[in-house]
Nanobody, 121 residues
């Protein structure tokens, strides 16, 4: 059974930092491209960042988070990370981890349950 479990969310102030983690189990982690989505209240889910199979490949970052967020993965720990710096109130959302073997980010194979990030002004 595949599980993606996010952690690290919380309530912070604008300008603070958080690091989200996504622990994967039940799948061959190194065979999946991994990514982070977020969904703010009343808005559609959006892709924030994604990385390929290779740990050193930075992949993609949405324009709204470039220069502030960094995605990384540790294949030896089956874990995906999202380092979020200089957080803004507009970053408030539920953040989801996702995995895809085919690279189809429109329909990932697996989803986590999400972790709430709330940024106060």
């Amino acid at each position: 059974q595949v599980q993606l479990v996010e952690s690290g969310g919380g309530l912070v102030q604008a300008g603070d930092s958080l690091r989200l983690s996504c622990a994967a189990s039940g799948l061959t982690f190194s065979s999946y491209a991994m990514g982070w989505f977020r969904q703010a209240a009343g808005k559609e889910r959006e892709l924030v960042a994604r990385t390929t199979l290779i740990e050193s490949n930075l992949g993609y970052l949405a324009e709204s988070v470039k220069g502030r967020f960094t995605i990384s993965r540790d294949n030896s720990k089956n874990t995906l990370y999202l380092q979020m710096n200089n957080l803004k109130p507009e970053d408030t959302a539920v953040y989801y981890c996702a995995a895809t073997r085919s690279g189809n980010w429109g329909r990932p194979d697996h989803w986590g349950r999400g972790t709430q990030v709330t940024v106060s002004s």
